[in-house]
């Protein structure tokens, strides 16, 4: 199934996006992350690319990708235990799907997201730890209150049977409510948890900032704004509480 002239075109601006931010992270924090996203962008600017959902279906009218351990060198915190766990190395695997239709509106422009982290630290023997960030379906709840877009802790990140769990105890970490994040906020996201000197000098390139305050609008922008919409009317005039201060995120 070959994409239309005009999808195409939109999702090649989504390809050029991608690509400044290669650029401003080899620039500006690590070289050599490039790859991961440069298949992106190849996904992107392929007509014939279509992704699936999760059902095996596909809508000739979205744009997506997958980005597949992209990898980042972190340094060590000073919360970090054991202590002597060292050499830390942050793999993000995501995979994005959105309407086209709603890049400039206030619909949620997502169909689906799954944007999973590992972290990986060597002492003794090798340790993990890791989190997902995904949308869940609205329809299908299975019993259990899950916010659209949540994040949950995961105590096996690799999923091994053999995995030395000590003294964790491992059970359904709560879903936290979540804004959305595809790669441009996950970034931003990732190095001002785990790499806040990297974070202020990507704040320093004016391509990145551009960039950044851009995908908040798109994807911050109609999560927000449906969560105010629950208590309309109200009054922007009554509204005191910095939202920088809230979200120090925001650019």
Request: with cysteine; proline share 6%.
């Amino acid at each position: 199934m070959k994409v239309r002239n005009n999808i195409m075109h939109f999702r090649k601006e989504r390809a050029r996006e991608l690509e400044i931010l290669g650029k401003a992270l080899e620039k500006n924090i690590q070289s050599g992350v490039s790859s991961p996203i440069q298949r992106a962008v190849s996904q992107l600017q392929d007509p014939n690319f279509v992704l699936l959902f999760k059902d095996g279906s596909t809508d000739p009218d979205i744009w997506g990708y997958e980005i597949d351990d992209f990898e980042l060198d972190i340094p060590k915190s000073r919360h970090i235990a054991p202590n002597e766990v060292d050499n830390l190395k942050l793999s993000l695997s995501l995979k994005v799907i959105a309407n086209c239709a709603d890049w400039e509106n206030l619909n949620d422009p997502l169909r689906e997201l799954s944007f999973r982290v590992r972290i990986k630290g060597l002492g003794d023997k090798a340790y993990y730890s890791g989190f997902h960030i995904d949308r869940h379906p609205i329809q299908n709840n299975e019993g259990e209150i899950h916010p659209i877009y949540h994040l949950q802790y995961i105590v096996n990140p690799n999923e091994e049977n053999d995995f030395a769990y000590g003294n964790v105890l491992s059970i359904d970490t709560p879903r936290v409510m979540h804004y959305p994040l595809e790669f441009v906020l996950g970034i931003g996201y990732l190095t001002s948890n785990f790499f806040p000197t990297a974070y202020q000098v990507l704040l320093d390139d004016g391509c990145f900032v551009n960039l950044y305050r851009c995908y908040q609008k798109r994807f911050w922008k109609p999560y927000s704004h449906a969560l105010a919409n629950y208590w309309k009317p109200y009054s922007e005039v009554d509204i005191t509480w910095d939202p920088r201060a809230v979200c120090p995120f925001l650019v």
